[in-house]
C-alpha cells in the first residue's frame, strides 16, 4: 500500500490541512483495496502522491523542494529552497462581492514558493518577503476534469482566468516588497491533454494557448486584451483596498507573470528516487485506465 511508504512528519511539510489529507489517504487506501476498472480519478490524490514523492524518505526536503519548484515552472524558479509546497491553501480572494455573493477563497491545489500563513487562519496564505527575488507558484492540477467555465455567483468566469487573477494580486502589504517579483501559474495534466500542436479535447488547452499568446507579446493589441478582458468581465465587484489589501494596476503586474503546462509524467520523472517513487511507478503501471503515458511513468 503506497500510504505505508508515506512518513507522517515528511508528509506535514507539503500538507498543513491533516483532517484534509487524511480524508484524501483514505480514499486512496478505499480504492487500492477495492479497485474500478475506471482507475483512480480522484485528482486530489494524484496531487499529493505525486507532491509528496518529492520529499519522501531518503530525499532531502530542501533538495526535494527545490527539484518541486523547478519542475512546476519547467526549470525558472531558480536556485534555492522554495520556502514552502503546499497542498490544498487559500490566498485571499480578489473578488469580494456584496450581499452573499462574494467570491469564496481560490482554493490553490498547490502553492509553491515565498508563502506564509495569514494571522488567525489555519489555511490562509499569503506573501512572504524574501531576501533574493520573491516568487510564488500556483497549480492548478485537472486528471480528467476540465477547468470550470463559471462560479457560483459569476457564470462567465473560468476556472484559469481566476487562478492568474489570484496570482497577479497576490500580496502582503506589510512586506518589502509587497508583491513576489516572479508569478507563476502552472496548468497540471496528464500529458495525453497537452499533445497536439492546434486542436484539444478541454477548455483549458485553448484558454491557455490564448492567454500564452497574451504573454509573448504585451504590445499586441490583438491578444492582450484577452486575458484581462476575461478578468476584468467579472461579475462580482473587485475586493476594496485597505491599509492591508490593495487591487494592484494588472497591467503593471502583467509583466511578472510565466504560465506554464506540466505534466505529471514531468513530475515523475524530475522525482528523486527513492522506495515510494518506486512503489508509485508500480501504481501506475497497474492502473487498469492507463492515464499516464507509459514511457514516462517508468522513468
Request: with cysteine; hydrophobic share 40%; proline share 6%.
Amino acid at each position: 500500500m503506497l500510504k505505508a511508504l508515506i512518513n507522517e512528519e515528511r508528509m506535514r511539510l507539503i500538507a498543513p490541512r491533516k483532517k484534509l489529507t487524511d480524508k484524501v489517504l483514505d480514499r486512496l487506501v478505499a480504492y487500492q483495496e477495492q479497485p474500478t476498472n475506471d482507475g483512480l480519478q480522484d485528482e486530489q490524490v494524484w496531487t499529493l502522491l505525486f507532491t509528496y514523492g518529492f520529499v519522501a524518505l531518503p530525499c532531502q526536503p530542501e533538495e526535494g523542494l527545490s527539484k518541486l519548484g523547478n519542475a512546476l515552472t519547467q526549470g525558472t524558479f531558480g536556485a534555492g529552497l522554495p520556502a514552502h509546497a503546499w497542498l490544498e491553501m487559500q490566498p485571499l480572494p480578489p473578488r469580494q462581492g456584496v450581499y452573499g455573493k462574494a467570491e469564496s477563497n481560490t482554493e490553490i491545489d498547490l502553492a509553491v514558493g515565498d508563502l506564509e500563513i495569514r494571522p488567525g487562519t489555519e489555511t490562509g496564505i499569503k506573501f512572504k518577503a524574501a531576501s533574493g527575488v520573491g516568487r510564488v507558484c500556483l497549480v492548478e492540477a485537472k486528471w480528467l476534469s476540465d477547468i470550470a467555465s463559471k462560479t457560483k455567483h459569476d457564470h462567465s468566469r473560468n476556472q484559469l482566468a481566476r487562478v492568474i487573477e489570484t496570482g497577479l494580486t497576490f500580496q502582503n502589504q506589510t512586506a518589502k516588497p509587497a508583491f513576489p517579483e516572479a508569478v507563476h501559474v502552472t496548468l497540471l495534466t496528464p500529458s495525453c491533454f497537452r499533445v497536439g500542436a492546434e486542436f484539444g479535447s478541454r477548455l483549458y488547452f485553448y484558454k491557455f494557448r490564448e492567454y500564452s499568446a497574451a504573454l509573448k507579446d504585451q504590445t499586441d493589441s490583438q491578444h492582450l486584451p484577452s486575458m484581462l478582458w476575461d478578468i476584468c468581465q467579472a461579475e462580482i465587484p473587485k475586493r476594496e483596498s485597505s491599509a492591508a489589501w490593495r487591487y494592484p494596476d494588472l497591467t503593471e503586474r502583467l509583466p511578472h507573470l510565466k504560465l506554464h503546462w506540466v505534466t505529471y509524467e514531468e513530475l515523475l520523472h524530475a522525482m528523486p528516487v527513492s522506495e515510494f517513487k518506486t512503489a508509485l511507478q508500480e501504481f501506475i503501471q497497474d492502473e487498469p485506465r492507463a492515464i499516464l503515458e507509459p514511457a514516462m511513468a517508468g522513468a
